[in-house]
């Protein structure tokens, strides 16, 4: 097989297909880790060469033009295999694709990066701008929307500065400068920034008029519709105090975090835990053998001082939590109900509507794990409602 060649084929609605990120020979289908810790099915692939497939356009020239309908630029979409590229990995064809009933008004595209330390979708904006803005238009095709509003916070000038300037051949694209806030990367944040409008709990941006994507989703995007090339690498951050040479790497989705780690100088002694992801919505992987998936944004390389979990005290009572959630929850009243199983509790609660942003574990005066015990709350509750539901 060759760089491209299609090796897992979606079967539900919601999924995506799989292309090969390399050329060589399937040596096995197995179980491998991945950064959530669970194995999952995997091709095998001993490497030979650096063959693509044909029909993808590896040349730098930038394509602006397109005569495809909206659902030709969506099915090619779907067969590049696309996903949101802000970590949550949700099909990008099924979000181009509203329920009955609703209609996009405006597409807002999401280069917020608000996450700390990562840098992966700064420094794609940066060196891919024009091809941004050719992937945002051919969104606004998808979804048959005549705006696009285009979301940078105001920590990154040089893209502000670039988008603008661009943005002046692109009829109905604007740039919208964004203060410094976490969690404003996150989907119903954006959108109540740029429009003022509040997604209700439970309900998606498409109830407001608005569709989101990510920037790394709109550069692949146009690579998909005008490049024919599917998606099998990104820009992934690999950082650290401690790390020798912390850098953004255009990886093959497949290789192993180690391998990354290796290129950017490789572990440093100090290492008490390696995070996929940034510090905030990271989770802290088992070994480096783990490979980049579609969604790994980056690789955090945290010393050991730092790393270390304080002892956990009693709840104080003090609503830090509270004050600072983004989604208006209880954190420690949904941690109880999590720690305790009372899952019809948790999901009157809203403990669906959680964001996993960690903003209430990092303001807790008592370190708290509220994060943890969410987290796996808010999976429990959403298998009942799937299992309610079927």
């Known amino acids: 097989m060759k760089v491209g060649t299609l090796i897992g084929k979606t079967v539900g609605f919601v999924s995506a297909n799989i292309h090969s990120s390399v050329s060589g020979t399937v040596l096995k289908i197995d179980k491998a880790l991945d950064t959530s810790g669970y194995k999952r099915d995997a091709v095998f692939i001993q490497v030979e060469g650096d063959q693509w497939e044909e029909k993808i356009d590896r040349s730098e020239t930038v394509v602006k033009s397109c005569t495809l309908t909206s659902k030709e630029i969506i099915d090619k979409i779907s067969a590049a295999g696309i996903v949101g590229m802000g970590g949550a990995t949700f099909p990008t064809h099924v979000k181009l694709l509203p329920p009955p009933g609703t209609k996009a008004e405006v597409l807002i595209i999401n280069g917020v990066e608000c996450e700390p330390y990562l840098t992966s979708d700064h420094q794609l904006m940066l060196e891919k701008t024009e091809e941004i803005l050719v992937g945002t238009t051919l969104l606004m095709k998808a979804i048959n929307v005549e705006k696009a509003v285009i979301g940078i916070e105001n920590n990154k000038k040089d893209a502000i500065a670039r988008f603008t300037a661009a943005v002046k051949s692109y009829p109905g694209i604007s740039v919208q400068p964004l203060k410094v806030q976490y969690p404003q990367g996150g989907e119903k944040q954006l959108i109540d920034a740029i429009l003022g409008r509040q997604v209700p709990s439970g309900a998606l941006p498409i ?5 989101v994507q990510n920037v790394g989703t709109a550069f692949a995007v146009y690579e998909a519709v005008q490049k024919n090339k599917p998606l099998v690498e990104r820009v992934v951050t690999v950082t650290g105090k401690d790390l020798k040479n912390p850098c953004n790497i255009l990886s093959r989705v497949g290789i192993s975090v180690g391998d990354l780690i290796q290129f950017a100088g490789g572990l ?5 835990k390696i995070v996929c992801g940034g510090p905030m919505m990271g989770k802290a992987i088992a070994s480096v053998e783990v490979p980049v ?3 790994t944004s980056g690789i955090l390389i945290i010393p050991t001082l730092e790393s270390k979990r304080k002892r956990m005290r009693e709840c104080i009572r003090c609503t830090k939590c509270i004050q600072v959630c983004p989604m208006g929850l209880n954190p420690t009243l ?3 109900l999590s720690e305790f199983g009372e899952w019809e509790k948790a999901e009157k609660g809203r403990i669906t509507d959680c964001i996993e942003c960690g903003s209430c574990s ?3 005066p008592s370190d708290r794990p509220l994060l943890d015990y969410i987290r796996m709350g808010k999976g429990k509750v ?4 799937r299992a309610r539901k079927g």
Do not use: Y
């Open 293 to 295: 998936t579609k969604g």
């Open 382 to 385: 959403m298998g009942i409602i």
């Open 207 to 211: 109830s407001v008029g608005a569709v």
């Open 268 to 272: 440093p002694e100090t290492t008490g």
């Open 334 to 336: 949904l941690m109880n």
């Open 362 to 364: 990092f303001t807790c």
